[in-house]
């Protein structure tokens, strides 16, 4: 994301959120933990500022239930009680951690308010969590997972279109889905300013393929590799 053309994207560990047009939440190993820091440096409170300001918020992975009203844990984790979420979904859910497994599908189409031009966009991407889900809110579903037979839903999207959720991480390197969502972000603002221009020439996969690339060549050129492989017992 922080490649495309006309985005800065700003890394947030300490210091206030500040001004921003997006936030995202990322996924992490301990959510619990991830819930007591946002709380602990006051960012429960920005967020929720931010999002009545018209800001999309966008929650990933583990941290798409914080979205919700409760987080609780299966069997397979060691946190044990429930915890309080942001309360933007008036959902609960039981996290269950899975094996990574690719995941793919596509938006489900007439969402609410300018996140309408995502709908019908096919992703493609992975899960390491899944859970169990209690809905009494309006909220709508977000993607239609084409993996399996049983067209399992994933994550949500409020009634503004401004909030978003979903389990599945490396939607951004899907160079389509990420075009429209700077659309969307732009129509979200309401004036346009994002500026997209050859945003189509972006290609998220080859620049990632490229970097990969780049980075061996770094470590051919600064290590012994057969040294290296005689040490692994790979022959070659």
């Not at 979205?67 to 844990?73: D, M, V």
């Not at 997209?196 to 998220?204: E, L, Y």
Request: net charge neutral.
């Amino acid at each position: 994301m922080g490649e495309f053309p006309g985005i800065k994207l700003s890394y947030v560990s300490r210091e206030n959120i500040g001004y921003a047009d997006l936030v995202i939440i990322p996924g992490s190993e301990n959510p619990k933990e991830s819930m007591e820091f946002i709380r602990s440096r006051g960012w429960d409170k920005e967020i929720r500022a931010l999002s009545e300001k018209g800001a999309v918020i966008l929650g990933i992975g583990s941290s798409y239930p914080l979205l919700g009203k409760t987080l609780s844990f299966s069997s397979g984790f060691k946190i044990k009680e429930t915890i309080k979420g942001l309360g933007f979904f008036d959902i609960d859910i039981k996290l269950r951690q899975q094996e990574p497994a690719r995941a793919s599908g596509k938006v489900l189409n007439g969402l609410p308010g300018p996140a309408d031009i995502l709908s019908g966009l096919e992703i493609e991407g992975y899960r390491i969590y899944s859970g169990d889900i209690i809905m009494r809110g309006k909220e709508n579903n977000f993607i239609k997972i084409c993996d399996n037979s049983d067209n399992a839903l994933d994550g949500f999207i409020s009634t503004t279109g401004r909030v978003l959720g979903t389990f599945i991480h490396g939607i951004f390197d899907n160079s389509n889905f990420t075009v429209r969502f700077v659309n969307f972000l732009s129509n979200a603002k309401h004036d346009g300013s994002i500026i997209i221009n050859n945003a189509k020439s972006f290609d998220f996969k080859k620049f990632k393929e490229a970097e990969y690339d780049r980075w061996a060549d770094i470590v051919r050129g600064n290590l012994d590799i057969k040294k290296l492989y005689e040490i692994m017992g790979v022959v070659v």
